[in-house]
Nanobody, 127 residues
Framework: VQLQASGGGLVQAGGSLRLSCAVSRGTSNDYSIAWFRQAPGKEREFVARFSRIARFGSNTHYADAVKGRFTISRDNARNTVDLQMSSLKPEDTAVYFC??????????????????WGQGTQVTVSS
């Protein structure tokens, strides 16, 4: 499986961006696809996940910091998983990575749960 992240850029606080993770040499619905981000000097952190298997009626899960502002979705026709980011804040500034894997519940929000990683795309939010 290969992943290609795109869509990053520079945006003012309060603005929106849409990131896309293109999946090749595999299909997106064979894996849970997640977005992580890493700010300078900080550890990579979980942002959102589109699970391969729905739990409690939903395939999506978000970090508290982005809940209500970010939306993750899967497009089976394009074989992509997109992250729509709205109401962006300066603290959202980071390199965003998409990842694919088949994590167990305890690793679903951890980098350890994902086997395949894209190259990252920079998101910068100015105040």
């Amino acid at each position: 499986v290969q992943l290609q992240a795109s869509g990053g850029g520079l945006v003012q606080a309060g603005g929106s961006l849409r990131l896309s993770c293109a999946v090749s040499r595999g299909t997106s619905n064979d894996y849970s696809i997640a977005w992580f981000r890493q700010a300078p000097g900080k550890e990579r952190e979980f942002v959102a996940r589109f699970s391969r298997i729905a739990r409690f009626g939903s395939n999506t899960h978000y970090a508290d910091a982005v809940k209500g502002r970010f939306t993750i979705s899967r497009d089976n026709a394009r074989n992509t998983v997109d992250l729509q980011m709205s109401s962006l804040k300066p603290e959202d500034t980071a390199v965003y990575f998409c990842a694919a894997g088949r994590p167990i519940l305890s690793t679903a929000v951890s980098v350890r749960g994902y086997t395949y990683w894209g190259q990252g795309t920079q998101v910068t939010v100015s105040s």
